[in-house]
Nanobody, 121 residues
Framework: QVQLVESGGGLVQPGGSLRFSCVAS????????IGWFRQAPGKEREGVSCITSTGGSTNYADSVKGRFTISRDNSKNAVYLQMTGLKPGDTAVYYCNARFDLSIWTSDIYWGQGTQVTVSS
């Protein structure tokens, strides 16, 4: 059973930066696609960024393009999200998600517990 633990959240002023880490235990992330999601109060969870198992392809929500960068270090069983130019609209609980494709029909999906980011002056 893979367990994901996020860290790096906190309170930051507008324009500031934060770096999230998502570290796995109980299994390797080497074969997983990883996504970062967020959920703001009163809103549905939304995808922020994702990266393929090899790190060869990344995607970003339009709202964070040019400000957030996702990366991974399979040797450390970790994925990172570097966030710059933070805005109040980025305030949310951020979640790490790992997806292991077992076949074209089924996947194992794991979620971290979430970490809070508050962007406020």
């Amino acid at each position: 059973q893979v367990q994901l633990v996020e860290s790096g959240g906190g309170l930051v002023q507008p324009g500031g930066s934060l770096r999230f880490s998502c570290v796995a235990s109980g299994g390797t992330l080497r074969w997983a696609s990883i996504g970062w999601f967020r959920q703001a109060p009163g809103k549905e969870r939304e995808g922020v960024s994702c990266i393929t198992s090899t790190g060869g392809s990344t995607n970003y929500a339009d709202s964070v393009k040019g400000r957030f960068t996702i990366s991974r270090d399979n040797s450390k069983n970790a994925v990172y999200l570097q966030m710059t130019g933070l805005k109040p609209g980025d305030t949310a609980v951020y979640y790490c998600n790992a997806r292991f494709d077992l076949s074209i029909w089924t996947s194992d999906i794991y979620w971290g517990q979430g970490t809070q980011v508050t962007v406020s002056s």
